[in-house]
C-alpha cells in the first residue's frame, strides 16, 4: 500500500483531522509506564506528536518514505522508515526489543495491514504487564442537512475503487479483528464511538477528498471523481467558497491488552 499512499503524502499534512487532545490523556492513564511508544503508520507523524505529550520516547514508523519526508518533526518523536520487507525480528530490534513499549497506536491506517502479522508483532513488543494497543479510525463527516446527502452520493461514486480491506474502515472497525483483552476503550465488535470537532474550509475539505486513495486510484484509471460539476455541487451545498464550517467527524477506537 505504500506507494499509493506516497502520491498523496503532500495532502495529507493539512488536510487530514487533529485528534483530540483528550484521547492521548485516557490512553496515557491506562498504562502504569510512560517511557516508550510507537505510533505505526505514522505518515505525517500527527498521533505520534499528541502522545509525545505522555510519554518520554515515540517512535513513529511507516513503509511509506514519502510520508516520514512530510513528517512533523518533535524532540521526543524519531521516525523510521521500515518498509514492509522487514522481518519481524528486525523490526522489533529497531524498537527495543520484546517486552519494551507502553504504547502502541495506529491511527486511521491499521486496516490496511496484514493483520495476524502487526498482532503477533504488538503481543512481542508489548511491555506486559500494563502496555496498550490503541487504534482508532473516521469515516464520516457531518456537516449539515443539506450537505450531509451530497456527500453521501459522492462516496457512493468512490466505492468501486477503494481496497476491499476499507470495509473494516466503513464497518467503524466493528468487524476489525481485535484479540486484545478490553481497557474500557472499544473492544472487539464494539468499539468506542468517538467524534472529532472540526474547522474546515471549502478548500480544506477539497483537499481531504483529493487525498482518498480511491480518488487517486480512480485519477490514474482516467476517472475524475472530482470533477469541476461535482466541485460546484459541493460547492453549493456547502454555502459557498468562503464559509468556514463546524463539522464532526465520526470516530471509532479499540483499545486493549495481550491477553494473559
Aim: charged share 20%; net charge negative; proline share 6%.
Amino acid at each position: 500500500m505504500a506507494g499509493l499512499f506516497d502520491q498523496q503524502a503532500d495532502l495529507y499534512l493539512d488536510a487530514r483531522p487533529t485528534y483530540p487532545s483528550d484521547w492521548y490523556s485516557m490512553l496515557a492513564a491506562r498504562t502504569p509506564r510512560h517511557s516508550l511508544a510507537l505510533d505505526v503508520g505514522t505518515g505525517n507523524g500527527q498521533a505520534a506528536i499528541g502522545v509525545a505529550e505522555h510519554y518520554d520516547e515515540v517512535i513513529g514508523t511507516d513503509v511509506s518514505e514519502a510520508q516520514l519526508q512530510h513528517a512533523i518533526p518533535h524532540p521526543k518523536v524519531t521516525y523510521l522508515y521500515t518498509p514492509s520487507s522487514i522481518s519481524n525480528d528486525d523490526f522489533i530490534s529497531s524498537i527495543g526489543g520484546e517486552n519494551s513499549v507502553d504504547l502502541i497506536t495506529v491511527a486511521q491506517a491499521v486496516h490496511w495491514f496484514d493483520l495476524p502479522k502487526f498482532y503477533s508483532l504488538v503481543s512481542r513488543l508489548l511491555r506486559r504487564p500494563g502496555g496498550i494497543l490503541a487504534v482508532w479510525c473516521y469515516n464520516d463527516i457531518v456537516v449539515s442537512p443539506t450537505f450531509d446527502p451530497v456527500m453521501k452520493r459522492f462516496h457512493d461514486t468512490t466505492l468501486p475503487y477503494w481496497n476491499p480491506n476499507i470495509q473494516y474502515l466503513f464497518d467503524g472497525y466493528k468487524t476489525l479483528p481485535f484479540p486484545f483483552e478490553s481497557v474500557g476503550l472499544g473492544s472487539e465488535g464494539k468499539p468506542l464511538a468517538l467524534d472529532i470537532p472540526k474547522k474546515l474550509t471549502f478548500e480544506g475539505f477539497l483537499r481531504m477528498l483529493r487525498s482518498w486513495s480511491a480518488v487517486v486510484t480512480a485519477k490514474d484509471q482516467g476517472v475524475d471523481l472530482l470533477s469541476e460539476n461535482v466541485v460546484k455541487g459541493f460547492e453549493s451545498a456547502w454555502g459557498g467558497s468562503n464559509l468556514v464550517r463546524s463539522i464532526a467527524y465520526k470516530a471509532f477506537m479499540l483499545a486493549g491488552k495481550v491477553k494473559l
